[in-house]
């Protein structure tokens, strides 16, 4: 069936450090992937997506690559902000009914 | 615009009580769904309606948990009897309902249930 594994948190970091969130999926067919965002105290939200290979998504700073080959779609971004401090969920559709699956999430902590 | 609605924010209740959650989702939209996280989990589809109707209902136990959506715009999802596995936070999101394969969905704040 299809699943999502992310990288087990929490992460922490200092500010202006270099983040990556790893994911990797089990899907069949080609499935479009997101990342999600719930900020403390506030709704899923989304963050980026993509929806074919080699195809990037970006917003805010961050940015994931649909890597077809090694059926991965990692989070990343430069210099993270203590504003950052979320927890990050990735997540596919993979055929109708636009069927969300989550990753179990990861935790990221920015310190001053 | 208003976001997904959902209430009530917190609740407690003691195992085998029933419990009651409502959302009104973002006007307009088509497509409802349910979904239930456990702590240290990410989400998990529950039901899923497109205006009233179900178009899937695979995760939902159906032997204690119901949903409905009677006129096409807010869900009510019951839990009748809880049980202690049952303490999550449930999650509301709607999306346009146009059919495009990978819509935004747009989620409320959540209900956090404990069942003690």
């Known amino acids: 069936g299809n699943s999502v594994t992310q990288m087990e948190g929490p992460v922490t970091l200092s500010e202006e450090a270099f983040l990556t969130i790893n994911c990797t999926y089990t899907?069949?067919?080609?499935?479009?992937l997101f990342w999600y965002v719930q900020y403390p105290g506030e709704g899923l939200q989304l963050l980026l997506k993509?929806?074919?290979?080699?195809d990037k998504g970006s917003n805010k700073g961050f940015e994931a690559t649909y890597r077809k080959e090694t059926t991965s779609f990692h989070l990343e971004k430069g210099s993270v902000q203590v504003s950052d401090s979320a927890v990050y969920f990735c997540?596919?559709?993979?055929?109708?009914?636009?069927?969300?699956?989550f990753g179990a999430g990861t935790r990221l902590a920015v310190h001053p | 615009e208003a976001g997904v609605a959902q209430s009530p924010r917190y609740k407690i209740i003691e195992k085998r009580q029933s419990v009651a959650f409502w959302c009104n989702p973002i006007?307009?939209?088509?497509?409802l769904y349910w979904y239930q996280q456990i702590l240290g989990q990410g989400p998990k589809l529950l039901i899923q309606?497109?205006?009233?109707?179900?178009?899937?209902d695979s995760q939902l136990p159906k032997d204690r948990f119901s949903a409905e959506r009677l006129k096409g715009v807010d869900s009510t999802l019951k839990i009748q009897p809880a049980k202690l596995e049952d303490s999550a936070v449930y999650l509301c999101?709607?999306?346009?309902?146009?059919?495009?394969?990978?819509?935004?969905?747009?989620f409320g704040s959540g209900t956090q249930l404990s069942v003690l």
């Open positions: 899907a069949t067919g080609y499935p479009s």
């Open positions: 309606f497109q205006n009233n109707g179900v178009v899937d």
């Open positions: 993509a929806t074919k290979a080699d």
């Open positions: 999101a709607s999306s346009s309902g146009r059919g495009q394969r990978d819509e935004k969905l747009f």
């Open positions: 006007s307009g939209h088509a497509t």
């Open positions: 997540a596919l559709i993979s055929g109708g009914y636009n069927k969300l699956i």
